[in-house]
């Protein structure tokens, strides 16, 4: 067991300290809303991943949106999840009334501020008391890649990958002498033809943007779940004033590169976005980063994450070196079986029902959890 993990295990020989009280707050409700953002700003890092309105856009019909969260001595809990009902799954029981908890498309929770061992424990306590009495099954977050932001998480916690974490807080010139030289050379051939940035706070080029965007999720034979609607990106704009930008190349008037940034307190998140086949030539994508890491620091951002590669896409994880040469960091993600009978048995469901409509089904291994696997 890692210390990440053992920090956060309860040992039922050890006495629980209380902390504030322990809610978990339905963004359904629109008085839980108001006290979970209330939360959420007294945070100092305000992760735009935790706000209320962020997780919402991730949730199905029949989804909970929550939180889990309470006040320590000194600072906070929250811990932003989405509940699933399995009953809404077409291979599970019909007697089963569990539910499993995930996180939204992101980097996730538990977050907390000056939280120590003794409260992480009695959160945790209390937080397994609720999710044995909701019928959890499983839970799963990919993790925060700024450590220091997050409580220990009480279950596994393995590595799962590198991610990519640009530093911004040096000179522009120290910045820009940290990209490989290829960067810097593709930076000049899109300035040299007439490629510039436009940075977009309102979404006022939402059509162009989408269009590259599914362009783009097209030529990499994208997931369907990657094709969010136009709403979805209407809601976000709507209601993440401030918590966002769109950063686009434009070569002669069109569009060519974009991509939308999230915007926390002190961190931006490259999120979404592409690049236009027939303008690889004129090396955008380049100019679109450096570009964006010169306004967030701009802007007192400390870093941006450029996330990591796709399974057997070593090539994007390179590419992504290129801009941050130190700066791969460890990713994370936690899991935790509450009920490992009701897990089991969701395995033998699903596999007898994927055998009766003629499928032979076994679980990608590491899949988590593995009774979702495709």
């Given at each position: 067991m890692t210390p990440l993990?053992?920090?956060?295990?309860v040992s039922p020989s050890v006495p629980v300290p209380e902390t504030g009280p322990f809610r978990v707050l339905d963004a359904g409700n629109p008085g839980d809303t108001a006290e979970w953002r209330e939360g959420w700003e007294e945070w100092p890092d305000r992760e735009v991943m935790a706000h209320p309105e962020f997780v919402r856009l991730f949730a199905r019909k029949g989804d909970l949106v929550l939180a889990a969260a309470t006040k320590?001595?000194?600072?906070?809990?929250?811990?932003?999840?989405?509940?699933?009902?399995?009953?809404?799954?077409?291979?599970?029981?019909?007697?089963?009334?569990?539910?499993?908890?995930?996180?939204?498309?992101?980097?996730?929770?538990?977050?907390?501020?000056?939280?120590?061992?003794?409260?992480a424990r009695s959160f945790w306590s209390r937080f397994d008391g609720w999710a044995r009495e909701r019928k959890v099954i499983t839970s799963f977050a990919r993790l925060s890649v700024f450590p220091d932001q997050l409580l220990p998480f009480d279950?596994?916690?393995?590595?799962?990958?590198?991610?990519?974490?640009?530093?911004?807080?040096?000179?522009?010139?120290?910045?820009?002498?940290?990209?490989?030289?290829?960067?810097?050379?593709n930076v000049r051939r899109a300035r040299s033809r007439g490629c510039r940035l436009e940075v977009d706070s309102d979404g006022a080029r939402l059509d162009e943007f989408l269009h590259v965007y599914t362009e783009t999720m097209k030529r990499r034979n994208a997931a369907s779940y990657y094709f969010f609607s136009r709403a979805f990106f209407e809601t976000l704009v709507r209601n993440l004033k401030g918590h966002f930008a769109f950063f686009h190349v434009v070569h002669e008037g069109r569009v060519v590169s974009s991509e939308l940034v999230l915007l926390s307190r002190n961190h931006a998140y490259f999120f979404l976005g592409g690049t236009l086949a027939d303008a690889f030539e004129l090396r955008p994508n380049e100019l679109l980063?450096?570009?964006?890491?010169?306004?967030?620091?701009?802007?007192?951002?400390k870093a941006l994450v450029l996330g990591g590669g796709y399974r057997g896409s070593e090539g994007l994880l390179k590419y992504k070196r290129g801009f941050a040469p130190g700066g791969e960091v460890s990713f994370r993600i936690g899991t935790k079986v509450h009920d490992p009978a009701a897990a089991a048995r969701l395995m033998e469901e699903r596999r007898r029902w994927e055998q009766a409509h003629g499928r032979v089904w076994e679980p990608e291994p590491g899949f988590f959890p593995p009774y979702r696997a495709a």
């Open positions: 993990q053992d920090a956060g295990v320590t001595a000194q600072g906070g809990i929250l811990y932003p999840f989405i509940l699933r009902p399995l009953s809404a799954e077409p291979w599970a029981p019909a007697d089963l009334t569990g539910w499993d908890l995930t996180i939204a498309y992101g980097y996730g929770g538990p977050f907390a501020w000056s939280a120590t061992p003794e409260e279950g596994d916690a393995p590595v799962n990958s590198p991610n990519i974490v640009r530093s911004l807080e040096s000179t522009e010139e120290a910045l820009w002498n940290d990209f490989i030289p290829k960067v810097r050379q980063q450096v570009e964006t890491f010169l306004w967030c620091r701009s802007a007192g951002k």
